[in-house]
């Protein structure tokens, strides 16, 4: 069965450009989650996406936004990107929403922000 | 709103030696997650707690969970160099809708041959 995917790998832009982030959830999984993880702050909740509607949302601006498809992949747009915006941005997806239901993870995209 | 507390913040451990990483909650925890990444990589889920005093094993790792201190401790018997990498707590503490996790900072370990 195949985890969580993410593309792309890898994405650079440049302070004020826009990036696209795409996660492919565990097929099955209806929920999906956003964190970033940036140098020296740890790994911080982001977005929280279930049966297309987002369900919470942490304490990030709202040029951080995302949404969930038919399908249940998910998008998450940065828009305006600035230089704290580098980090490493990691999908997760669960079963069912529900507290005490796993989380697990992608392998990431590590974006950079010049 | 919650925090986790992990120590050490670093581990280096000769191979072949036990070692014990702990996770402490400011709040009550409803759920706690250990995970395992390697550095740059995706997290790699290693076990659930979630009922006071629960206990779950894999292969060589043990995680514990002492709901009364608010405080799981996850140890390793008999260190491999695949053990090496970042050991992260996770905590739910919504108790009912999962709402993102919480995560400590996590604990660097380095197995030495």
């Known amino acids: 069965e195949a985890g969580v995917t993410q593309s792309p790998t890898h994405l650079i832009k440049t302070r004020g450009q826009q990036a696209t982030l795409r996660c492919s959830p565990i097929s099955g999984h209806t929920s999906v989650y956003w964190y970033q993880q940036a140098l020296g702050l740890g790994l911080q909740f982001l977005l929280w996406y279930d049966e297309g509607e987002e369900r919470n949302r942490g304490n990030f601006p709202p040029r951080f936004s995302g949404r969930q498809f038919p399908n249940y992949s998910s998008e998450l747009n940065v828009n305006a990107l600035e230089l704290e915006d580098s980090a490493l941005y990691l999908c997760?997806?669960?079963?069912?929403?529900?507290?005490?239901?796993?989380?697990?993870f992608g392998p990431g995209t590590r974006l950079t922000v010049l | 709103s919650q925090e986790l507390e992990q120590s050490p913040q670093s581990l280096i451990v000769q191979e072949g030696k036990n070692l014990t990483i702990n996770c402490t909650s400011s709040?009550?925890?409803?759920?706690l997650y250990w995970y395992k990444q390697k550095y740059g990589e995706g997290l790699i889920f290693l076990m659930m707690l979630q009922k006071g005093g629960e206990e779950k094993s894999h292969e060589k790792i043990t995680a514990k969970l002492d709901e009364k201190k608010q405080q799981s401790s996850l140890h390793i018997t008999a260190s491999q160099p695949s053990h090496a990498g970042i050991y992260l707590c996770g905590a739910d503490s919504s108790g009912g809708d999962a709402d993102g996790l919480t995560f400590g900072k996590g604990t660097h370990l380095i197995i030495q041959p």
């Open positions: 997760a997806s669960s079963l069912l929403g529900a507290s005490g239901d796993t989380q697990y």
């Open positions: 709040k009550t925890l409803y759920g």
